[in-house]
């Protein structure tokens, strides 16, 4: 749980940085790269959560 949680703080400071350098600037690869960021979080959540579940069900 440690690790998600430090996942989670670095993916909310890459995507406020990246939409913040978005709105100075007005590049999209800002919002490309935001984008990137948060789809990767999500897969890796996902993984994380599938293999604790897993871990329970093993369990029982």
Known sequence: MLLLRIVGIL??????SGLLAWLFTRDRRYLVLSGRVAKAALIFVLVVLVLM?????IIL
Do not use: K, V
């Open 11 to 16: 993916t909310a400071i890459t995507i406020g």
């Open 53 to 57: 579940a897993a871990e329970r069900l």
